[in-house]
């Protein structure tokens, strides 16, 4: 089992996010997180990204429990940010570097790759990306659509087991978003764990196996 949410509670300050949640997912498996604004899709991948923590219940990452205390342990938590990606609805957030070649270099140098190696991750997910033409750009300066895929190349560049996504079709046009669902597929084939919140119902029915229904009650239904 990759992924075991465990009737996890949080809340934020005193106000229920989410209530009870009890969900698995299995190495490979691709799982849309559906529901009206406000249902705590969002705050859910916060929380399997380790930003949040569980109140009551219990989230395990392989077989580990997520803590607060576990991720202050720098090496678990820089083994842990590697093997889960999280793209934000938002990119320009996630975006900090001077260049969008040293945004996707960052990942694999902080593990440690040689610099040839690094060089060539980087221009691979430009390349699968659709940005080389941008390589030597600010992120700050690029349009909503560019950043996305950006962030996407540097998450890429990681090459994390579990992908992550927040609204991933937020922020793209037609043609982004056609590119967004085949590279989501290639993620699938390539046998990468998925999971991606969305309020498009077709990017799910092309998708997931696995859809968990968050209801107004903070509550969330497993459908498979
Ligand atoms: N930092 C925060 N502080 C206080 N409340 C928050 C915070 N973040 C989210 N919330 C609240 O938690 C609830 C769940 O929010 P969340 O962003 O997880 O919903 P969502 O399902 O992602 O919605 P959307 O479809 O609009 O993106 C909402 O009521 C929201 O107002
Ligand atoms: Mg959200």
């Given amino acids: 089992m990759m992924i ?3 009737d996890v509670c ?3 300050d005193g106000v229920p996010a989410l209530r009870h949640v009890t969900a698995t997912v299995e190495k490979g498996e691709t799982v849309a997180l559906l529901g009206p604004n406000g249902a705590g899709k969002s705050t859910l991948l916060r929380l399997l990204n ?3 923590f569980p109140e009551i219940g219990c989230y395990r990452f392989e077989g580990e429990e997520i803590t607060a205390r576990r991720l202050r342990e720098h090496r678990y938590a820089k083994w842990f940010h590697q ?4 793209v934000w609805q938002n990119p320009a957030a996630q975006l ?3 260049s969008v070649r040293e945004e996707l270099a960052f990942g694999p140098e902080q593990m440690g790759l040689p610099a040839d190696e690094v060089r060539r991750h980087v221009d691979d997910a430009l390349a699968l990306c659709g940005i080389a033409h941008l390589a030597e750009r600010a992120p700050y300066t690029l349009s909503g659509g560019e950043q996305k895929r950006t962030a996407i190349a540097a998450i890429l560049t990681m090459n994390p087991a579990v992908w992550t996504l927040d609204e991933p079709l ?3 046009d037609e043609a ?5 669902t085949d590279f989501l597929r290639a993620l699938k084939r390539a046998g990468k764990t998925v999971i991606f919140s969305t309020h498009d119902t077709a990017l799910a029915d092309a998708l997931a196996g696995v859809r968990w229904q968050f209801t107004p009650a903070r509550e969330v239904r497993v459908e498979r």
Avoid: D, I, M, P
């Fill in 4 to 6: 075991e949410l465990q």
């Fill in 10 to 12: 949080f809340a934020y």
């Fill in 50 to 52: 380790g930003l949040v």
């Fill in 83 to 86: 093997r889960v990606g999280f």
């Fill in 96 to 98: 900090f570097c001077a």
């Fill in 170 to 172: 937020a922020s793209l």
């Fill in 176 to 180: 982004g978003a056609a590119w967004l």
